[in-house]
């Protein structure tokens, strides 16, 4: 059994187009909110929350809504197409509506209310095709063949967030930035929305999502050992057995806690060294574009160290290394007024363990259910990561502003450091084999 690259590959260009979007988010939104319209650090979290507000309930929901939806171009492909066109034009309004208030335009249109609204819409549209983007890698992929596609998928989505990096640090430097009363965003977020939209056709185009389900289908028949599920043969439904349970609950609690750490230096690191070091979103994005590179060099030696040591203690690894790189962060960060090549460096090691992390949590999180639950165990997966980051930038921009800025990388350190614990006391979803070679170690076999 071989994994088809070049179809994980394609379809990993859907999560190549979410990743830069929510770089893009995450990096910008709050400076337009903090420097253009003057909201307070919590009021920007409380804010910024509101997606993951909006994904604890619609992820589930276009989850589940994708596993019974059967059309002509497949399960999840309409909603795919859909999200990703109706988000591309809303991405557009939103610097039209913050220039316009900030060059002092006034009128219904030009405000935070529209700005808000035009979000909020944008959000929802996300959240359409979020789920049903990513389970359609296990909708495609055998189950001992997932991990390897997975690490293929975030290879993908890492890559996503260069290109959007590389681009903001080429057009929006400190150089051209620093002093200005206003940054127009207009041209960055042009070229996001059409770069979403070129990966979505080109992926739809490419993928005969019907065609290759049906081939996974009749491979998975095949092997019902694969199955971790007890069927209910009064109600045709599926359970997972207590222990696996068990193992999903920790797992889940220990996603979402590596979220509340990691999100809350996604979301507030720009407005962070802009305050602590005086640096600007081009610095802000260097630091990230490392971390992607990082991130993106250490896909194949993990994939290899998980084949041989198993998924768990990879991802021990991973949370292990994540608080000891912000906890490095911290120091560097508060005694340099600059960004230094020490903190290079540990971005780059944040960028290692984040990988690790992210390339063996949902496999373990997909393989302890169905393969007709893709969606919905998709759903949880993103649920868990969701709640975790509710809670992390309001509590965070709290924080920021009534504790001090500094306390950023204390908190991501605390909050990482508990997700390795929680780890702990998951038993399932974990594989060890023999080491294969090359772009062979990310097979991992239950």
Known sequence: MKLNYKNTFLVGLAFMSIIAFWQLYDNVVPLLLTNTFHLSEDITGIIMAADNVLALFLLPLFGKLSDNTNTRIGRR????????????LLLNILPVIDNGYANGLTGFFYGLGPFVIVLGLMLFTMAIYRTPAVALMPDITPKPLRSRANAIINLMGAAGGIIYLAFTAIMFPKSKTEGLEHVNYQLLFVFMSAFMVVCILVMHFAVNEPE??????????EHPEWDLTESEVSTGSAKLPAPVRKSMIFLLISIALWYIGYNAVTTWFTTYISVIMGEGLGGASTCFLIANVGAIISYIPIGLAASRLGRKKMIYFGTLLLSLSFAVCYILTTTNTSVTVSMYVTFALVGVAW???????LPMAVEMCRGADAGKYTGLYYTASMAGQVVTPIFAGFLLKH???KILFVYATVFSFLSFLTMINVKHGDVKADAPKGLESFEDLD
């Open 355 to 361: 990988a690790s992390i992210s390339v063996n949590s």
């Open 77 to 88: 492909m309409p909603y795919i197409l859909t999200g990703t066109i109706i988000t591309a």
């Open 212 to 221: 290759l389900y049906e081939q996974n289908q009749m491979i998975e028949k």
């Open 403 to 405: 504790v001090s800025y």
